[in-house]
């Protein structure tokens, strides 16, 4: 962290807005890579109508994020662009609606009502390697990155909504997220002309939304007409109301919060899990400790939440993980009134950009940052600033969902480690791919070879949370 001149009025960056535009347009992470190690922790950058400020020092997160986060709220034209997907869900929306809506479902990921979700989660992932098996036969690769998707979809939408989406809508729907996933990215990154104007890329970001509206509609109308009390995060919306005016959440507000979990609870942890299982591939001894570890403490039952806390290996393989490839790998946040960073005025209506990806590589905090190494994570060396790993965010707006991604990847990777070995049909990197979650370059393909002694699929009792 440099020392600045008190006051100043801005930050130092590049001018010209075609010239960032452009260089943020082509690889918006080497873009900010760059300007940190030219200009440091806090820079600025002409990318939309008002400069974007960069800040790439856990302080100055911390300033935002904690200390100072009533002024930095929702808001700027990057989150305004944002919202032709999500609307205002829990992610996009700004106070006092954030505040009314995190009251509203904090409940329903309280770790009690977490507690029964680790059964279902387990089955659903026992399904999977059920099918595996058929392809395992056959020898062909899989695509790991689709599997994870497919995985993580069904997880959530049995966990938040108890609905079970059918293949063809899983389908559908991933297809369609996809596409608004990369043509929103892409629009962020280059924000003309207006989606108004139907382009064939903002033309098919406008009919892959139709996808996503039709399959979250469906849901909801399926729950309206079901009169029984579903224990699910939907029902629960639908029954939640304000206390002072006693309004509901419409139709369209529940889309939004629909949206938004689905699009949290499974699209950021397959893409985690798809670069999990690239880098064990790359690193066989990591692989191998994993292994040890699974058959040791769960010694070929099925895991169980009670078993989380003892498959602190696993714990540490996620966590390095998302140091290197966090899925919400850029923020933004906008300044409601004057404020000072690192000794830079920020003026109000500013918006407040920080990459993730490149805090978690910031060296003042992390040793051979570009290492993929577990053991950074194990609890005698974990002691960086706590602003320095901030994979789900920090503050009030922590993500709600963490501790049940948590779970489910912990999960995934015990069963699967218990019944196969994944063996990279390519050795090659894959470079990050930054939309607007942090996703692979290009398929992660394995085949399936088989352990011997494959634990049976009978249901394991349900043990407290721990």
């Known amino acids: 962290m440099s020392d600045r001149t008190p006051g100043a009025s801005r930050p130092p960056g590049p001018r010209g807005f075609l010239r960032s535009t452009l260089g943020f347009q082509r690889s918006p992470l080497d873009l900010v890579g760059r300007l940190l190690s030219e200009y440091g922790d806090v820079c600025s950058l002409d990318l939309y109508p008002v400069p974007l400020i960069v800040v790439n ?24 662009m944002a919202r032709n997907l999500f609307g205002d869900g829990l992610i996009m929306a700004s106070e006092p609606r954030w505040l009314f809506q995190r009251r509203m479902l904090q409940p329903a990921f309280h770790r009690k ?32 990155r689709s599997e994870m998707g497919g995985l993580t979809l069904r997880i959530v939408t049995r966990v938040l909504f108890a609905t079970d989406l059918d293949g063809a809508d899983v389908r559908r ?3 369609a997220v996809v596409t608004a996933n990369r043509e929103l990215a892409a629009f962020i990154r280059f924000p003309f002309p207006p989606l108004s104007v139907r382009t064939p890329g903002h033309r098919r970001f406008h009919d892959a939304r139709t996808v996503v509206d039709d399959v979250t509609y469906a849901m909801i109308r399926s729950h309206r007409r079901d009169d029984s009390d579903r224990n699910s ?35 950021t942890t397959a893409g985690t899990l798809a670069w999990l299982w690239h880098l064990v591939g790359r690193h066989p001894d990591v692989e191998l400790r994993l292994r040890e570890e699974v058959d040791r403490v769960l010694a070929g039952r099925r895991p169980t939440m009670a078993d989380l806390a003892r498959l602190s290996y696993t714990r540490q393989v996620i966590d390095e993980t998302l140091r290197l490839y966090p899925p919400a790998w850029q923020s933004y946040r906008q300044a409601v009134s004057d404020d000072e960073i690192g000794g830079f005025r920020i003026r109000a209506g500013s918006t407040v950009f920080w990459s993730s990806y490149h805090l978690h590589r910031h060296r003042d905090y992390w040793d051979d940052p570009e ?18 790993y901030i994979p789900f965010g920090a503050g009030p707006r922590v993500c709600i969902g963490n501790r049940l991604a948590m779970a489910e990847m912990q999960f995934a990777i015990a069963m699967i480690l218990q019944r196969y070995q994944l063996v990279p049909t390519e050795h090659a990197p894959i470079t990050p791919r930054p939309l607007l979650a942090l996703d692979v370059s290009r398929p992660v393909t394995v085949r399936l070879r088989p352990r011997a002694g494959q634990p049976s699929s009978t249901r394991a009792p349900m043990q407290n949370f721990e």
């Open 57 to 80: 020092h856990p302080d100055y997160i911390d300033r935002v994020l904690k200390a100072r986060y009533h002024n930095y709220d929702r808001g700027g034209p990057v989150i305004t």
């Open 113 to 144: 009502r977490v507690e029964p979700f680790g059964e279902l989660m387990t089955d659903t992932i026992a399904q999977m390697l059920d099918r595996w098996e058929q392809v395992r036969a056959t020898d062909r690769p899989i695509d790991i």
């Open 173 to 175: 729907f991933l297809a």
């Open 233 to 267: 995060l939907l029902s629960m919306m639908m029954r939640a109301h304000d206390d002072v005016t006693g309004a509901r959440l419409d139709d369209r507000q529940l889309r939004d919060e629909v949206f938004t979990m689905l699009f949290a609870g499974h699209e």
């Open 371 to 388: 290492r993929f190494d577990p053991d950074r994570f194990a609890a005698a060396s974990v002691g960086v600033h706590a602003s320095a």
